[in-house]
């Protein structure tokens, strides 16, 4: 599995991640860390629970989106802006 995730750097240290496309098909597909490696982390443990779901429920896993097409808007109105966005593949 190979899905692009947008990593939200906040001011409070926290990383917030993102899998839009995957968001995009209706599964819950976010999650963070409080550092790099946490975020990394948990946001492989996101992709391996998505694809059980996708296999429980018969709900295939969407196509990638191209780069161009990734939408950096968290969703969260209420949020600070982030201090920094990275965008980068996750890959199991």
């Not at 995957?22 to 963070?32: E, Q, V, Y």
């Not at 896993?61 to 965008?87: C, Y």
């Amino acid at each position: 599995m190979n899905y692009v995730a947008v990593f939200y750097y906040e001011e409070n240290g926290r990383i917030h991640v993102r899998f839009p496309s995957l968001i995009k098909a209706g599964f819950p597909a976010s999650t963070g860390g409080d550092n790099k490696r946490e975020a990394l982390a948990a946001a492989k443990d996101v992709l391996v629970i998505m694809k059980d779901i996708s296999e429980k429920d018969k709900k295939p896993l969407p196509n990638e989106l191209k780069l161009e097409e990734v939408n950096v808007n968290r969703g969260f109105e209420d949020l600070a802006e982030p201090l920094r966005i990275e965008i980068e593949h996750v890959v199991l």
